[in-house]
């Protein structure tokens, strides 16, 4: 860990009051990071908010719904008032269920992509003209395996829904790259955050069992992972989805 090198830099981080966000989110201020955190769950976000302030980190904590693009919005707006700039954005936020096609409802199918596709483009667009202008800025969309491979285990609208993230992430590289921004995406498998609560204990022990490095991921596996795409050391890695699952899935 470097203590400074995200020195007099501003990251947001949609849902982030948990799991891999607020690791990131603490892991990126230890590291000179003021940091916007976000999230849906108002009582979670208020524990996060206190627990940060503990800390003595530079933070603000903005509840956002970041299907609802007003709210994406407000949250890029009190960002750039409380720290004069937007230089990392993490698209976190996520929904996932599990259920059978059949089992998937027409409001299932709109809330999957409304959170985790239009969510990441109505905060893609809202940081771009902060960024551009700055001419430096870091995107990163947080995909999945199930985006690459398709998905058996939840609703068939959670892969469609990481699936497209990996198309974003690219288009978003070949337009913001001429203005010094780069946007790559992370394909986590098997972390255990509250959104895998269920996958009880039996199935985790299978799933770590078929992974070559023998275990489950963890919050600080992915923070490390973003923590360097959202330095200046990642500058020439641009339009890029990184694979982080212990070896289960390789390309």
Sequence with gaps: MREDRFTGKAAI???????????LARDMAAEGASVAISDVNAALLEEA???LSKAGITHIAVRCDVSKRSEIDNLVKKTVEAFGRVDILVNNAGILKNFSIEETTDELIDATIDINVKGALYAIRAVTPHMKKQKYGRIINVSSICGKMGDHSTTFAYGASKG????????VAYNLGPFGV???????????????????????????????????GTVEDISALMLFLASGEAGFINGENVNINGGYYMD
């Design 164 to 171: 497209a993230l990996l198309s974003v992430t690219r288009s």
């Design 13 to 23: 981080i949609t849902g982030s009051a948990q799991g891999i966000g607020f690791q």
């Design 182 to 216: 780069t946007c790559n995406s992370i394909a986590p498998h098997a972390v255990m955050t509250q959104l895998m609560a269920y996958w009880d204990e039996g199935r985790r022990q299978d799933a770590a069992a078929k992974i070559p490095v023998r275990r489950l």
């Design 49 to 51: 908010d206190r627990q």
